[in-house]
């Protein structure tokens, strides 16, 4: 279940953190995986009007929901021969190297966005490069951006060098929009805000910064049916490759969610669900259609919903325990469940 009224929350939320900026919405891989149709215009009905996307294809879902006033920045930067497609679908690329920069004005110029890379070696002109563009290359220039390596990481030194790096870029452009901020950026305060937020996992309810608490409330639940409930005897094992060892008599409940679902397999070693609003340890291996977790001492109520619901409050740990992150259980979300959208 996606609760839109959750994501609402956490718009106005990084909306409020920075008061003096304008907060846009990165919806690139179809919005984390959730929808980026139905979240884009969740959030344009919500007051926001500055959309990002990775691939113009993208743009072109996002243009649609958000409607045309909005302004779509397409941030995989500019493919020469993409110019008429781009502009005939009002998408503004986010343009990463002075060869695309000089082919995007060849082939007809117009609004761009720049982007100069101030440490993380990913897409951007370099800062020289930026500080020494000709004036002629800034002709529709509508915003400067740079992207933080390390923001989910407050006290990273990555994160002052890269400021500071930004601030030298911006003396060569006076007058034009800046934004640096990813979500994690947005927590660091306001000297990172700037004129743009461009959070994504905030809005979908993930804490990229993991040592310490954000505001945001989730926005996926996954509700699985119990499809069973048994009673493993001590000494025991649970699951493919025997690798949960029951220390004492259990009661297990067998849930229909499963890696094939998006689950990590290796999420068992130390992942949570929930049975109403007590958190349950995954026990044993995640299968593909299947996931073990240990009720002990919760079998009336676990009888009684028929129910657990994974990721919610528990996404971050269990992400945690698959040594991966939000982000990706986000994007890895399973085809098969059924999307139901709540809190219109
Ligand atoms: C993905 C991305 C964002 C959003 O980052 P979150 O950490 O999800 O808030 C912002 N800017 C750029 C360039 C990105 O690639």
Same mark, same amino acid.
């Given at each position: 279940?996606?609760?839109?009224?959750?994501?609402?929350?956490?718009?106005?939320?990084?909306?409020?953190?920075?008061?003096?900026?304008?907060?846009?919405?990165?919806?690139?891989?179809?919005?984390?995986?959730?929808?980026? *149709?139905?979240?884009?215009?969740?959030?344009?009905?919500? *007051?926001?009007?500055?959309?990002?996307?990775?691939?113009?294809?993208?743009?072109?879902?996002?243009?649609?929901?958000?409607?045309?006033?909005?302004?779509?920045?397409?941030?995989?930067?500019?493919?020469?021969?993409?110019?008429?497609?781009?502009?005939?679908?009002?998408?503004?690329?986010?343009?990463?190297? +002075?060869?695309?920069?000089?082919?995007?004005?060849?082939?007809? *110029?117009?609004?761009?966005?720049?982007?100069?890379?101030?440490?993380?070696?990913?897409?951007?002109?370099?800062?020289?490069?930026?500080?020494?563009?000709?004036?002629?290359?800034?002709?529709?220039?509508?915003?400067?951006?740079?992207?933080?390596?390390?923001?989910?990481?407050?006290?990273?030194?990555?994160?002052?060098?890269?400021?500071?790096?930004?601030?030298?870029?911006?003396?060569?452009?006076?007058?034009?929009?800046?934004?640096?901020?990813?979500?994690?950026?947005?927590?660091?305060?306001?000297?990172?805000?700037?004129?743009?937020?461009?959070?994504?996992?905030?809005?979908?309810?993930?804490?990229? +910064?993991?040592?310490?608490?954000?505001?945001?409330?989730?926005?996926?639940?996954?509700?699985?049916?119990?499809?069973?409930?048994?009673?493993?005897?001590?000494?025991?094992?649970?699951?493919?490759? +025997?690798?949960?060892?029951?220390?004492?008599?259990?009661?297990?409940?067998?849930? +229909?969610?499963?890696?094939?679902?998006?689950?990590?397999?290796?999420?068992?070693?130390?992942?949570?669900?929930?049975?109403?609003?007590?958190?349950?340890?995954?026990?044993?291996?995640?299968?593909?259609?299947?996931?073990?977790?240990?009720?002990?001492?919760?079998?009336?109520?676990?009888?009684?919903?028929?129910?657990?619901?994974?990721?919610?409050?528990?996404?971050?740990?269990?992400?945690?325990?698959?040594?991966?992150?939000?982000?990706?259980?986000?994007?890895?979300?399973?085809?098969?469940?059924?999307?139901?959208?709540?809190?219109?």
């Amino acid at each position: 279940m996606v609760d839109l009224a959750a994501l609402r929350h956490n718009y106005s939320t990084l909306c409020a953190l920075a008061p003096g900026a304008r907060c846009a919405a990165v919806v690139k891989a179809d919005a984390y995986g959730l929808d980026a *149709g139905r979240i884009a215009s969740t959030l344009h009905d919500a *007051g926001c009007d500055i959309f990002f996307t990775a691939t113009p294809d993208e743009g072109v879902e996002v243009r649609r929901a958000a409607g045309q006033a909005s302004t779509v920045f397409v941030l995989n930067g500019y493919q020469s021969g993409t110019h008429g497609f781009l502009a005939s679908h009002g998408l503004i690329p986010v343009i990463s190297s +002075a060869d695309s920069l000089q082919a995007f004005h060849r082939e007809g *110029g117009g609004p761009f966005a720049l982007h100069v890379d101030t440490g993380m070696n990913r897409l951007g002109l370099t800062v020289s490069e930026a500080l020494d563009l000709p004036a002629a290359h800034k002709a529709g220039l509508q915003l400067v951006m740079s992207h933080l390596a390390c923001s989910d990481v407050p006290d990273h030194p990555m994160n002052t060098r890269q400021l500071e790096r930004f601030r030298t870029v911006l003396k060569s452009f006076p007058g034009i929009p800046a934004s640096l901020s990813n979500t994690g950026g947005v927590l660091l305060g306001l000297d990172y805000h700037f004129d743009i937020l461009r959070p994504g996992i905030g809005l979908y309810g993930v804490n990229p +910064a993991t040592e310490q608490a954000a505001p945001f409330r989730p926005v996926l639940h996954v509700d699985a049916p119990i499809l069973q409930i048994r009673q493993v005897p001590a000494g025991d094992t649970i699951g493919y490759g +025997a690798r949960y060892t029951a220390q004492n008599e259990r009661s297990v409940a067998i849930a +229909a969610f499963g890696y094939a679902d998006g689950l990590p397999r290796a999420a068992w070693q130390s992942g949570t669900a929930r049975l109403g609003n007590i958190a349950v340890p995954l026990a044993g291996m995640v299968s593909m259609d299947l996931t073990a977790l240990d009720i002990t001492g919760h079998e009336a109520l676990a009888r009684a919903s028929g129910r657990v619901q994974f990721y919610g409050e528990d996404l971050g740990p269990v992400a945690g325990a698959s040594g991966t992150i939000g982000y990706e259980l986000l994007v890895r979300l399973g085809q098969r469940l059924k999307r139901e959208y709540r809190g219109q």
